[in-house]
């Protein structure tokens, strides 16, 4: 589906959605607050999750492998059920895929808070995985009322409304754990009810009726969406350098909390605020910088110095023996926060109008096959740090990991930059 100026292009209106077609840019505003209120339902119980896991376990390093065992099965379903959803909404539209996932996230959230067992968690997280894989329609959606020029762009735009729903939804999540470790997850549930009332009554179809297609479900599957991916003109190598940076990413995602509770004394506020840090500069570089940045550097060029500054603060991390020391370096690793969106917009550039859902649901399940890889990488790690002092310099172990893997992530980007000398050249505008 060719389209020629995404701000002039009617998205279909939905029923319960008001009258009449709304112009692209309307509906991204539309879709940003969609993932807006889903980030901040998901960055409420960041903070406390490990907590919640550490209920019911016997001591530190128990609680680690429990938890890297919940956050493995949230992966597992994010893996398999991107690739469907993605296919669903090229078949049905955005919008009601969409609508299934605020359900599923919203039961996942109340169903956890009730949990007394840790299997309990284990099970819910496992739903909550497979409808929070929904985030690959959000991107769909992007896809379908923006030029492939000015994806990137848009796709950090959207990356801004993650990292404000990591500005704010791990404070809010600290401060009610530290009233009750379960009400971040009923709070978490309320949101996920409020974006499925907005979702059915505001959200626009960005996807005609024309332009939608049956996929054979044998076809939704991961592996074979990596094929797809992998075979899409000017990608190549660039699947390699999404693979250790989400390694990268959701080793630290995992590593994070329990890192901090060990080496700097943090509780659920604690680990709040420092997410909080984090979100701070994922909004302002992809809210606000990433444009600019685009316009001087280019997508990949951008994209390589990203990983080069985020394998340095990984290295800076693993070395900080002070809390204060660790939000310096999030200061400092601003361009790290581009890395995703610059990636993100090339290989959606790539591929065909009509498969946006499958391309970025396939993109989705690359990043949940990393998440359900990392915490088994990372997991022995954290049961062997809670061995060392605090300020032994190899409490450190996790985020030395990390640093290892954005470094394969940046060596690759080199080679697929030297493969596609005139394509880095150019910045995107």
């Not at 919940?70 to 539209?93: E, H, M, N, T, W």
């Not at 000017?234 to 989400?246: E, S």
């Not at 984090?278 to 992809?286: C, E, I, S, T, Y």
């Amino acid at each position: 589906m060719s389209v020629a100026d995404p701000d002039d292009r009617p998205a279909d209106a939905p029923a319960g959605a008001g009258a009449g077609a709304l112009p692209g840019r309307a509906a991204m505003r539309f879709i940003m607050l969609v993932v807006l209120i889903d980030m901040l339902a998901v960055g409420i119980i960041v903070p406390v999750l490990p907590a919640m896991v550490g209920q019911f376990t016997a001591d530190p390093a128990d609680q680690a492998r429990w938890y890297g065992i919940v956050v493995v099965s949230y992966a597992i379903a994010q893996f398999v059920a991107a690739p469907i959803l993605g296919a669903l909404s090229d078949r049905y539209g955005r919008r009601p895929v969409l609508l299934l996932g605020f359900t599923g996230l919203a039961l996942n959230f109340f169903a956890t808070a009730l949990a007394t067992a840790a299997w309990m968690l284990v099970a819910s997280r496992i739903v909550g995985g497979a409808m929070q894989a929904n985030a690959a329609v959000a991107n769909a959606y992007v896809a379908d009322i923006t030029p492939p020029h000015e994806r990137a762009r848009r796709f950090g735009m959207l990356g801004a409304m993650f990292g404000i729903g990591f500005i704010l939804g791990p404070v809010l999540g600290g401060l009610l754990g530290g009233i009750d470790v379960r009400l971040p997850f009923v709070a978490a549930g309320v949101l996920a009810l409020l974006n499925l009332a907005y979702g059915w009554f505001v959200l626009p179809e960005s996807l005609p009726p024309a332009a939608r297609h049956r996929t054979a479900w044998w076809a939704a599957n991961p592996l074979r969406s990596f094929r797809q991916l992998a075979a899409l003109r000017g990608v190549g190598v660039l699947v390699g350098v999404l693979a250790f940076a989400g390694l990268a990413q959701f080793s630290l995602y995992t590593s994070w909390v329990l890192y901090g509770t060990h080496r700097y004394g943090w509780g659920p506020t604690e680990s709040g605020w420092s997410l909080f840090a984090v979100g701070l500069v994922a909004a302002f570089v992809q809210g606000g910088l990433l444009g600019r940045l685009l316009r001087v550097f280019g997508a990949r060029r951008l994209a390589i110095i990203g990983l080069l500054s985020s394998t340095l603060a990984y290295v800076a991390w693993g070395l900080a023996t002070t809390s204060l020391m660790l939000y310096v370096i999030v200061f400092a690793n601003i361009l790290g926060a581009a890395v995703a969106s610059s990636l993100q917009g090339m290989v959606s550039a790539a591929a065909d109008e009509t498969v946006q859902g499958q391309t970025m649901g396939a993109v989705s399940s690359l990043n949940s096959l990393t998440a359900v890889v990392a915490p088994v990488l990372v997991t022995p790690l954290l049961m062997t740090m809670t061995s060392f002092p605090a300020a032994d310099w190899r409490s450190g172990l996790p985020m030395f990991f990390c640093a290892a893997l954005q470094a394969v992530a940046l060596t690759l980007a080199l080679l697929h930059a030297r493969r596609h000398p005139a394509a880095a050249a150019v910045p995107s505008r």
